[in-house]
C-alpha cells in the first residue's frame, strides 16, 4: 500500500480482531438475558464498534453520535457540542457507549453526564484504546482494549486530516518522514 506518510504498526489487524471477540465475549456475559444498545461516538469509532457488534450474541441495538470539542489547542478543550444527535430515546436502557480512543477524556466527561440525564437504566464506557498517560479527568472506562503510550495513532477508524481511517491496523504516523 503507498500511503504519503510513512506508518508503523502498532497494533496489527490479527492482534485487534483477537482483542475485539475477547470484548464481545464479556460484554455478551455481562448482559446474558438483556438487550443492549451500542452508542457510537462517529467518526472514530464506526469501525470498531462494526466489529463487536458482530461479537455481542444478546440483542444489540447501535445509535450514532457525533460531538466536537471547541477552544484551541491540540487536545479537546473542556467543552463540547453534539453535532449529531442520537436518534431514539435511551431511557430504561442498557447503554454502552463506544469510543474509538480515550485521550485527556474531556470528550467523555462531558458526554456521560448529557447521557445520564436521560435515564438509561445503565450506561459505561467500552474503547478500543486507551493513552492513559494524557488523562486531564477521570473517566469510568468499564471495557478497554489497549493501553497505548502518548503517540499520534491512525487506523481502524482513526484519522490524521480525515485519512487513514481506513487502515486495517492501528499505526504511527511518522510525520518528519513525508515522502
Ligand atoms: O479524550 P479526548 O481528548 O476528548 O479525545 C477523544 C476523542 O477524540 C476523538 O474524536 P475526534 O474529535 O478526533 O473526532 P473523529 O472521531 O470524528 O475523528 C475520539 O474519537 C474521541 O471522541
Ligand atoms: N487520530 C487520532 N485521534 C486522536 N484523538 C486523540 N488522540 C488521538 C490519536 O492518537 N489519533
Do not use: W
Amino acid at each position: 500500500m503507498s500511503n504519503k506518510h510513512k506508518i508503523s504498526v502498532m497494533i496489527s489487524e490479527d492482534k485487534l480482531q483477537e482483542k475485539i471477540a475477547e470484548i464481545g465475549a464479556k460484554i455478551s456475559a455481562d448482559y446474558e438475558g438483556k438487550e443492549i444498545k451500542l452508542i457510537c461516538i462517529l467518526k472514530g469509532s464506526i469501525f470498531f464498534c462494526c466489529e463487536l457488534a458482530k461479537r455481542i450474541t444478546v440483542p444489540v441495538k447501535i445509535d450514532f453520535m457525533q460531538t466536537s470539542s471547541y477552544g484551541s489547542g491540540t487536545t479537546s478543550s473542556g467543552n463540547i457540542v453534539i453535532k449529531k444527535e442520537l436518534d431514539e430515546s435511551i431511557e430504561g436502557e442498557h447503554v454502552i457507549v463506544v469510543e474509538d480512543i480515550i485521550d485527556s477524556g474531556n470528550t467523555l466527561f462531558r458526554l456521560m453526564p448529557m447521557l445520564e440525564e436521560r435515564n438509561p437504566a445503565d450506561i459505561c464506557i467500552c474503547t478500543l484504546l486507551d493513552k492513559p498517560d494524557r488523562r486531564e479527568v477521570d473517566i469510568d472506562v468499564k471495557y478497554n482494549g489497549f493501553n497505548i503510550p502518548d503517540e499520534f495513532v491512525v487506523g481502524y477508524g482513526l484519522d490524521y486530516d480525515q485519512m487513514y481511517r481506513n487502515l486495517p491496523f492501528i499505526g504511527v504516523v511518522h510525520l518528519d518522514d513525508e515522502n
